[in-house]
C-alpha cells in the first residue's frame, strides 16, 4: 500500500493510538542540568486531548522520569548506579506527572497513571488486566500516560527503552497505529532524507543509526524493532518528529510527516499478539527443514518428528520460540510439554510417545491454534 494510501486511509481513520514521547521532547537544557520543558508538555497534552475531542482514543508513552529527578536533584548527568537511577526517577515521575496532569486538567481532562515493568507483560493475566485498565480510564474521561516502573525494574525487567513498552502497549489494547515522536526528522537514509515508507522493518534496520540523546536510552534501532512489533501485527507504526508544530494533528489528518511502516498484509488478534509479540519465551526448539515448511507455508502444527533442538528451562503452557536449521526465528507458540519432556520425545512419532513420557501424550508440541507463524 503507497504511504498516500496509509495516511489517508489508515491514519486519518484511526480511532486508537499510542503515543511515546521521548525524553528529549519534553525536557530542556540549562545551565544546571536537564529541566521539564513545561511549554512542550502543554503543547503534547492540547494534541492529545483534540484527538480525544475528534473521537480517538489516545495512549501517551512518555520518558523523561530520570532527567526530571536529576533536575530537581540538581544532577548535571544521568545516573550510572541502579539504586541512584530507581531513586532518581522516584522523584522525577512525580513531578513529570505532576506537569502532564495539569496541562490536561486545564483543558478539563485527567491524566491517569501506569507504570509497568516487563514482567506485566510476560504474564497473561496482568496482559489483560492492563488493556482493561487503559479502557476503563478512556470510559472515564482520562488521558492514560504510561511509563516503564524505573523505581522497581531490574535488567531482567526492564523493556530496554519505552519506544517497546509503546509497540506493547500498542498491541495490547489493539491500537490502529503506533506513532513515535523523536528529535529526528524520520528515519534517514544514507545522505539524509526521510524514508517515506518502509515496507520491510527489518530490512531498513540498516538504515539505524547508533546515536541517542544523553538523556534517552533508546534510539532508532529501538524505534524500529518497536514499528516491527506493530507492523507484524498488522498494524501500522509512524516515525515522526516529535517538535514539529501539531505534530500529531498533522499526522492524523493524513499530512505526509515522517516515516510510516507499513502493516503486515495479516491483522492478529490479542491471544496472537500476546503469544507471538509479547510474553519473552522461556525457551527455544530448533525444527527441521520439513517441519520449517510445515508451519510456515502449511499452517500445521509443531510435531515432536520436526524437532532437533531444545534450550531452556520450561513448563507446559510456556512460550517457545520456534527456530529453522539456520537459526532464523519461525514462530512462536504454547507447548504441550515441559523442557524435560519434549528432550525424551523430539524427533520421535507420537505412537511412541506412551513408553517415553509413561502416559499417553498430546500429539502437537504445540497446536496450530497456539502458534503464530512470524515474518509473515
Not at 27 to 40: L, W, Y
Not at 344 to 352: A, C, E, M, T, Y
Amino acid at each position: 500500500m503507497p504511504s498516500t494510501a496509509i495516511r489517508q486511509e489508515i491514519l486519518k481513520n484511526a480511532r486508537r493510538l499510542v503515543v511515546k514521547v521521548g525524553s528529549a521532547l519534553v525536557t530542556k537544557k540549562t545551565d544546571a542540568g536537564p529541566s521539564i520543558d513545561t511549554a512542550a508538555i502543554n503543547r503534547l497534552m492540547a494534541q492529545v486531548i483534540a484527538l480525544r475531542e475528534q473521537g480517538r482514543e489516545v495512549v501517551v508513552v512518555c520518558s523523561g522520569a530520570v532527567a526530571a529527578g536529576c533536575s530537581e536533584l540538581g544532577l548535571s548527568s544521568r545516573p550510572t548506579d541502579t539504586a541512584e537511577l530507581q531513586a532518581v526517577a522516584a522523584i522525577g515521575q512525580r513531578r513529570l506527572m505532576s506537569h502532564v496532569h495539569a496541562a490536561a486538567k486545564k483543558r478539563g481532562h485527567a491524566a491517569g497513571q501506569m507504570l509497568l515493568t516487563r514482567g506485566d507483560f510476560d504474564d497473561r493475566v496482568r496482559f489483560l488486566n492492563i488493556r482493561n485498565c487503559a479502557a476503563k480510564l478512556h470510559e472515564l474521561g482520562a488521558i492514560p500516560v504510561l511509563n516503564e516502573n524505573d523505581t522497581v525494574a531490574v535488567e531482567e525487567l526492564r523493556f530496554g527503552d519505552n519506544d517497546l513498552l509503546a509497540a506493547m502497549m500498542a498491541n495490547a489494547v489493539r491500537a490502529d497505529a503506533l506513532i513515535l515522536l523523536t528529535s529526528a526528522d524520520g528515519l534517514l537514509d544514507e545522505n539524509d532524507h526521510v524514508i517515506d515508507r518502509v515496507d520491510s522493518v527489518v530490512d531498513a534496520q540498516q538504515h539505524a543509526r547508533s546515536s541517542k540523546t544523553s538523556w534517552g536510552s533508546g534510539g532508532m534501532k529501538t524505534k524500529l524493532e518497536a514499528a516491527r512489533l506493530v507492523t507484524e501485527a498488522g498494524e501500522v507504526a509512524v516515525i515522526a518528529p516529535g517538535k514539529k508544530k501539531d505534530v500529531l494533528l498533522k499526522l492524523m489528518a493524513g499530512e505526509k510527516i515522517g516515516t510510516v511502516c507499513a502493516p503486515a498484509s495479516r491483522k492478529l488478534d490479542s491471544r496472537q499478539r500476546w503469544i507471538g509479540l509479547t510474553a519473552r519465551p522461556a525457551g527455544t526448539v530448533t525444527v527441521d527443514d520439513g517441519a520449517a515448511r510445515a508451519l510456515r507455508d502449511n499452517g500445521k502444527s509443531l510435531l515432536a518428528s520436526g524437532v532437533v533442538e531444545v534450550t531452556g528451562r520450561f513448563s507446559r503452557g510456556d512460550v517457545l520460540l520456534v527456530r529453522d536449521g539456520h537459526g532464523k526465528e519461525l514462530a512462536r507458540g504454547l507447548t504441550n510439554y515441559s523442557a524435560e519432556e519434549l528432550a525424551l520425545i523430539k524427533g520421535k512419532r507420537s505412537d511412541q510417545f506412551g513408553k517415553l513420557l509413561g502416559r499417553e501424550g498430546y500429539a502437537a508440541v504445540i497446536h496450530r491454534d497456539n502458534l503464530v507463524v512470524l515474518g509473515v
